[in-house]
């Protein structure tokens, strides 16, 4: 029992160092970023669903740390003077999962033969750039058959020349 009991502090008191070293970062990230990118998501954004995606998962995690940290008692006792702002995060993981009313169904079959029809999407700019200074991703999904494209691009500029030219392509 006394092994448990110092076991149990240890821990408890890791957990104090750890939550000290990462708090001020997660609350730069919730007042700053989070916030910042919440209020600009709308259903006309730019964003991709793999930016918005990986923004909610992101902000689940911080959600959850968020609530922990409040639950804990010895947390706040030696972090008395920080306050969460969760609200805003909150409302951003309600109104990121929100979903809109479906379709109606198409009446023409669009996946009918490999390359007919093709999903595109620009995401970017990337916050790290790559080694060789690409800041972008197009991603172009095939349709019937799934196969997905990735590339890497410096700029947007770039977009257009790169669908020209692999459109022409698969012509050939």
Do not use: W
């Not at 409302?91 to 109606?104: E, F, L, R």
């Not at 079959?109 to 197009?138: A, C, W």
């Amino acid at each position: 029992a006394n092994i448990q009991k110092i076991i149990k502090e240890q821990v408890k008191e890791q957990v104090k160092v750890q939550v000290s070293k990462i708090l001020p970062k997660i609350k730069k990230t919730v007042n700053e970023k989070l916030e910042a990118k919440v209020l600009t998501r709308s259903s006309n954004s730019s964003k991709t669903s793999y930016i918005v995606a990986a923004d909610l998962y992101e902000m689940e995690l911080k959600k959850i740390l968020i609530e922990k940290i409040e639950r804990n008692k010895s947390i706040h006792q030696s972090l008395p003077k920080l306050k969460f702002e969760k609200d805003h995060l909150y409302s951003a993981c309600v109104m990121g999962k929100s979903k809109k009313k479906s379709h109606k169904p198409k009446s023409e079959d669009t996946n009918q033969e490999k390359l007919y029809l093709l999903h595109m999407d620009l995401f970017g700019p990337i916050r790290i750039e790559s080694v060789n200074g690409n800041k972008y991703i197009l991603v172009i999904v095939d349709d019937y058959s799934q196969f997905t494209l990735v590339k890497c691009l410096r700029s947007k500029d770039e977009a257009l020349d790169f669908t020209i030219k692999f459109l022409k392509m698969i012509q050939v």
